[in-house]
């Protein structure tokens, strides 16, 4: 308990999955949380549920492709917990377009939520974390952003900018003590992936050298370390979280 006491969360896509994991973890570990998500009734499913749990939260329905939304999330956070130390952006979607058979309407959706919903919480989280002196980003990518994945070339594309982008944001921060790091995570069972992946033994032997898939705590234990003082000498890197699909 306490790894993240007295820090302030920004958590987006909290409201399932790998995002609502977190968000219910650094409550526990004694963070103010700001969780966001687009569905507003299961964030507010997680909002409750921690509150029950004697969390600090806030929930806000949230579109992270809109700057202007972002500006007003930042803007909340800073006047009802008073900073920004740690933002997580996990919001994102999935996609299964072809090269030749992208629509660009799809490619913009997946990149404006995949990745420039990302930039957006970067441009206005950090200029507050400077004022702290301090802060962590975590950047959740996945292993599309570090190898091919057929039939996913918008999502890949996205997932590997979001990559770039985080070493990119690492460099020019580290002489304020603001870490940028990215999280790849491979098959963690979460509503998205739900209906893609089964649990049969196949899926195993195909996705992973682990004979099971992940859970989205796999992945929030993973991110609560770069978000604590513990990591504090990582940045520019990219912690890979996935079964050992990408060891071969």
């Known amino acids: 308990m306490g790894r993240l006491a007295g820090k302030v969360a920004v958590i987006t896509g909290a409201g399932n999955g790998m995002g609502a994991a977190e968000a219910k973890l ?12 687009i569905n507003e009734t ?8 921690i509150k029950s749990g004697g969390g600090e939260v806030l929930g806000f329905k949230h579109n992270v492709a809109s700057e202007e939304e972002w500006k007003h999330i930042i803007e909340e956070t800073v006047k009802q917990f008073g900073k920004v130390d740690v933002l997580v952006n996990n919001a994102g979607v999935s996609s299964t377009m072809t090269i ?10 997946v990149m404006d939520i995949n990745l420039n919903g990302c930039m957006l919480g970067m441009k206005y989280a950090i200029p507050e974390m400077k004022k702290n002196g301090s802060g ?63 649990e049969a033994e196949p899926y195993y032997k195909t996705f992973t050298q682990l004979p099971y898939f992940g859970n ?18 990582m940045t520019g890197a ?11």
């Open 136 to 198: 962590s980003v975590i950047n959740i990518s996945s292993i599309g952003g570090l190898v091919g994945m057929a039939g996913s070339s918008a999502y890949t594309a996205a997932k590997g900018a979001l990559r770039s982008i985080s070493k990119a944001a690492a460099v020019e921060y580290a002489k304020e003590s603001i870490r940028v790091n990215s999280v790849h995570p491979g098959i963690i069972v979460t509503p998205m992936t739900a209906g893609t992946f089964g």
């Open 26 to 37: 650094f409550a526990r570990e004694g963070a103010k949380v700001v969780a966001t998500d």
């Open 100 to 109: 030749a058979n992208l629509e660009m309407d799809k490619w913009n959706k």
């Open 238 to 248: 990219e912690l890979v979280i996935d079964g050992g699909w990408t060891a071969l």
């Open 42 to 49: 299961a964030l507010n499913e997680i909002v409750n549920e």
């Open 216 to 233: 989205p705590e796999d992945v929030a234990y993973g991110v609560l370390f770069l978000a604590s003082d513990e990591s504090r000498f």
